[in-house]
């Protein structure tokens, strides 16, 4: 994998995270060849987020990363991706829609698609009495 794949891939996971996202971008069908002159097909990838009462969830298509080359943590607030290439790790942070609790992730990774669901902190206000 080339940088400009990696940047492809965060420039794509950028977009999920911008608070104007609605959901559904397509990334395009792109390849490129490796070190070994082997060509790479990177398929169209879908990624999508919603929330409802209690939780908070993403859904990434990581092609052609495998679930061993991708780690992810979460803070109240944050969400931090890492791809490991060539055995450098590439990472970004991401502010999260709403507070979250960090110990609640769920991540699933089948063929390159990442979900993962965070549980919603409760918020309550406290009233000055």
Do not use: W
């Amino acid at each position: 994998m080339y940088p400009k794949d990696i940047d492809d891939i965060f420039n794509m996971i950028d977009k999920l995270f911008n608070e104007d996202y609605r959901g559904g971008y397509m990334r395009t069908t792109s390849s490129s060849k490796n070190d070994y002159g082997e060509e790479k097909q990177f398929s169209d990838g879908y990624m999508d987020k919603f929330t409802d009462k209690d939780n908070v969830y993403f859904t990434i298509d990581l092609t052609p990363m495998e679930e061993e080359n991708v780690e992810v943590s979460v803070t109240r607030t944050h969400i931090t991706i890492s791809l490991l290439i060539d055995g450098n790790s590439h990472s970004k942070s991401y502010k999260l829609p709403v507070p979250v609790i960090p110990k609640s992730m769920k991540k699933t990774f089948v063929n390159s698609i990442m979900d993962i669901t965070l549980a919603k902190a409760e918020t309550k206000v406290i009233e000055d009495g």
